[in-house]
């Protein structure tokens, strides 16, 4: 039995990369590997009074309506939130892929991420790096 190709991928990354290079370039190698695809990109969403009230719960909910789910790691960590989507896809019988090294690694097991205190640690190390870079 084969899979169909999913219709939506929900696109789980870190927050500090919205709106960088990064997030451009991770999102074009979605496109190049899913190309009928729409991708969610919950980074669209930053302005959206239900994400702001209830950011984990808003993104749960745009996966739940994906087919799938490809996510990204930062600095080799699972952040918090892309931990919950992840986790969350799976429970819900949604195709999940990691993006890493430009290679597309289908996930089917429960993911271990760090905690949200970690998260934030790392968003800064992020934007420190960021800055030294320009």
Do not use: W
Not at 28 to 37: C, G, L
Not at 93 to 115: N, P
């Amino acid at each position: 039995m084969t899979r169909a190709k999913p219709k939506s991928i929900y696109y789980a990354h870190a927050m500090c990369l919205y709106g960088e290079a990064e997030e451009q370039r991770q999102v074009s190698q979605i496109r190049r590997r899913f190309r009928r695809a729409s991708i969610v990109n919950p980074a669209d969403y930053q302005d959206h009074p239900l994400k702001r009230r209830d950011t984990v719960g808003f993104c749960l909910q745009l996966v739940e309506h994906c087919d799938a789910v490809v996510f990204s790691r930062l600095y080799r960590k699972i952040t918090a939130g892309v931990g919950k989507e992840i986790n969350h896809a799976l429970m819900r019988g949604k195709t999940v892929f990691e993006l890493g090294a430009g290679k597309f690694v289908r996930r089917t097991r429960q993911v271990k991420y760090i905690s949200r205190r970690d998260t934030i640690s790392l968003y800064k190390k992020y934007r420190n790096s960021q800055l030294v870079q320009h």
